[in-house]
């Protein structure tokens, strides 16, 4: 459903080219990253984004750092640094640790490397395909039930393709509820302040033709009261043992207004995304804190389109800049993964991905 692009992949040199997710949605531009210090970097800058995709692009800076290296020993360093380079989505760390633990005992490490980053994104994308499947399901059993022919989707941030190969988390559903015929609106959350949902949803619902609205973030419970949203999907960074989901800034706002209108409130995850470490979310999953500098500077073309930032506050107002929240597992309907629909419970996750 991605049609015509693709957040990554390896160009004919060998090297990783990703989409500039910075330029979106005024223009499109890609960027090639052939070092280990151009990864670590376009993960803190953003240029790549979205939990999968980091670990996406993770894996392939494991290959990229396997240039750089003589040992095994020394490739340990370069894996340190990109693990480190964003704290909340922990597809970051397990892709570093899970292409380390595969070049323990390689006798080629770029070969070898090479071959298992495409192996682990061809099993995202795989997980991607069940997602929207089992998503879809919902979809239909939701329109059965209130016997409707149209559904009303809110989504916060952005969790398609951009976000997880190769046809996201959260959008996965929405994209093949569309192939299967059905009549799909989307509310898309601009998601202050870097807006996600703004400018790469809504990008992505455009190219996909997906009917869709931007809405300011703090609608969606007004929309809510009023019967508006018949379901919402988000997607995660990090699930903890007990089914708290870390995810974008304000979701757990929304979860509040769902429960509180009785909305279903979905979850869509590859198993990539779960911490089985993290016993109690709320309390330990780490929030990443990004510069007051988001909060206080809006990013916009202007009418000869030329890209400018403009500040909106007091200049010496000082601000914070919290990238994510965790919203209880008590709040959450059910994780929509690959292995089928999971109720956001201790027992049932470690049934269904550890049994
Ligand atoms: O700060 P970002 O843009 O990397 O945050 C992205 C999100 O919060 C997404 O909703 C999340 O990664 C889920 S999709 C894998």
Not at 105 to 127: H, P, Q
Request: proline share 3%; net charge negative; charged share 30%.
């Amino acid at each position: 459903m991605q049609g015509k692009y693709r957040a990554l992949w390896l160009n004919d040199e060998n090297f990783l080219e990703v989409i500039d997710q910075t330029k979106l949605p005024f223009s499109y531009e890609t960027k090639v990253l052939k070092t280990t210090d151009e990864i670590v970097e376009a993960i803190k800058d953003m240029t790549v984004r979205g939990a999968g995709v980091i670990g996406s692009v993770a894996a392939f800076g494991i290959y990229t750092a396997c240039m750089e290296v003589k040992s095994y020993e020394e490739l340990k360093e370069k894996a340190l640094l990109i693990r480190e380079s964003r704290p909340t989505a922990v597809n970051l760390m397990w892709a570093v640790d899970k292409m380390m633990e595969l070049l323990k005992e390689s006798s080629n490490l770029i070969l070898d490397a090479k071959k298992y980053a495409i192996e682990l994104n061809d099993e995202e994308a795989l997980e991607s395909q069940n997602i929207a499947k089992y998503g879809a399901d919902i979809i239909e059993d939701i329109l059965k039930q209130k016997n409707k022919t149209r559904i009303n989707i809110l989504t916060h941030c952005n969790a398609g393709w951009l976000a997880v190969i190769d046809e996201g988390t959260a959008l996965a559903p929405i994209y093949e509820a569309k192939k299967r015929g059905i009549d799909v609106h989307v509310w898309v959350d601009e998601t202050r302040p870097r807006n996600q949902g703004a400018s790469l949803t809504a990008w992505e619902l455009t190219q996909s033709g997906v009917n869709h609205t931007i809405i300011a973030d703090n609608t969606g419970g007004h929309l809510m009261q009023r019967g508006e949203v018949d379901m919402v999907i988000t997607g995660a960074d990090r699930v903890s043992a007990n089914g708290d989901v870390a995810n974008k800034i304000g979701t757990y706002l929304k979860a509040l207004a769902a429960f509180d209108n009785d909305v279903p409130f979905y979850v869509a995850i590859p198993a990539s995304t779960f911490d089985f470490d993290i016993k109690d979310g709320v309390k330990e999953i780490p929030i990443e804190l990004r510069s007051e500098d988001e909060v206080k500077y809006m990013r916009g073309v202007d009418s000869d389109g030329v890209v400018r930032e403009v500040l909106i506050t007091p200049k010496d107002s000082p601000a914070i800049n919290y990238g994510f929240d965790v919203t209880p597992a008590r709040l959450i309907t059910g994780l929509i993964t690959d292995k089928g629909v999971c109720k956001a419970d201790l027992e049932e996750i470690e049934k269904k991905f550890r049994g």
